[in-house]
């Protein structure tokens, strides 16, 4: 799993964790995400687990896990392979540069193959739009409802300010509790005005272990140069682009064709699938203040983890 690429940043993305607001949007607290409590508080991550072919493995057993914790192993306290209901926000991006080729349109398609795998009446699901600010669309509901009609007044203009919004869109799904819980955004994957960077975003994400999937919607012409764009260094090294942001917090991008729909249905499906399967894994956090990069391994080095890629220790009270 990819550290960040500076310590600063991750500083800095402490204190906005705290509590600033996308422009045009409230400010909402952060919670702390799903914890387990066992005498003291639990970091609580959530970790996919696949094999050589890129299966979900469903099956493991706690003793067959790792955590370290800067690079310390830790203590598994709890342990669940749990199957709890969704919280999802869909974010969609209405800025100018979604007019070209129909690409909102072709967002919309693949948002639907999404709220297709949810279960109504169990998962809740919330709808919003950006551009330069956040604006909600549908509030979180355990109805799906007309996914076009909430969508049907965005109309794409302005500046694309993607980052900002996902930072702000993840501390919404924080709010609402639970333990499998997602955002998914829609886009074309290009950012031009957002106050936070990759790094800074992730790590408010990772802090309230929100991982951020990105469906990236292009057109067939466009697709080769955008897969480059989103690729590692050549030497390997994190990019700091929009597909490091979502795999910093345990999710992952695809880029979507228009005009593939086969495509479109699988990467969705394979969103569902992971979040409805996941392990949760607790532990007592470190004593030492402030960011710890945290690996999550399973014993059988055939198989890959993903998960957060690390959480903010706090300064102990004092007294304490």
């Not at 696949?50 to 914790?69: C, I």
């Not at 979180?140 to 996914?147: A, I, Q, R």
């Not at 897969?227 to 942001?245: E, Q, S």
């Not at 956090?285 to 391994?297: A, D, F, I, K, N």
Request: overall charge neutral; charged content about 20%; glycine content about 8%.
């Amino acid at each position: 799993m990819q550290g960040f690429p500076l310590a600063a940043a991750l500083w800095l993305v402490f204190a906005l964790a705290g509590g600033s607001a996308t422009p045009g949007s409230q400010t909402t607290e952060p919670a702390q995400g799903p914890t387990f409590r066992s005498g003291v508080d639990l970091v609580t991550v959530a970790a996919v687990v696949r094999d050589s072919k890129g299966r979900l493995v469903r099956e493991l057993k706690r003793d067959q896990f790792e955590v370290f914790d800067l690079g310390v192993r830790r203590v598994i306290a709890e342990f669940r392979p749990d199957q709890a209901p969704l919280t999802v926000a869909l974010l969609f991006d209405a800025s100018g540069s979604m007019r070209v080729a129909s690409k909102m349109d072709a967002a919309k398609q693949v948002a639907a193959h999404v709220t297709a795998w949810l279960q109504p009446g169990r998962d809740q699901v919330a709808l919003y739009a950006f551009d330069t600010s956040l604006t909600e669309l549908k509030p979180f509901s355990t109805e799906k409802g007309d996914l076009s009609k909430s969508l049907a007044d965005v109309e794409p203009f302005g500046m694309t300010s993607l980052h900002d919004a996902i930072a702000e869109t993840a501390r919404r799904v924080a709010a609402r509790g639970g333990s499998h819980r997602a955002v998914i955004v829609f886009t074309d994957g290009i950012d031009t005005s957002s106050r936070l960077t990759a790094p800074e975003v992730s790590g408010i994400a990772s802090r309230i272990d929100v991982p951020v999937y990105v469906l990236a919607v292009t057109t067939a012409i466009d697709a080769p140069g955008l897969k480059a764009l989103l690729a590692p260094k050549p030497d390997g090294t994190a990019a700091g682009n929009l597909a490091d942001l979502a795999a910093w917090t345990g999710g992952w991008l695809h880029v979507c064709t228009d005009g593939r729909p086969a495509e479109a249905s699988v990467a969705a499906r394979e969103v569902v699938s992971e979040l409805r399967h996941q392990y949760l894994i607790a532990f007592e956090p470190g004593s030492q203040p402030g960011w710890h990069p945290l690996e999550v391994r399973v014993r059988d080095r055939k198989l890959t983890v993903r998960a957060r890629s690390g959480y903010f220790a706090a300064q102990p009270r004092r007294g304490s």
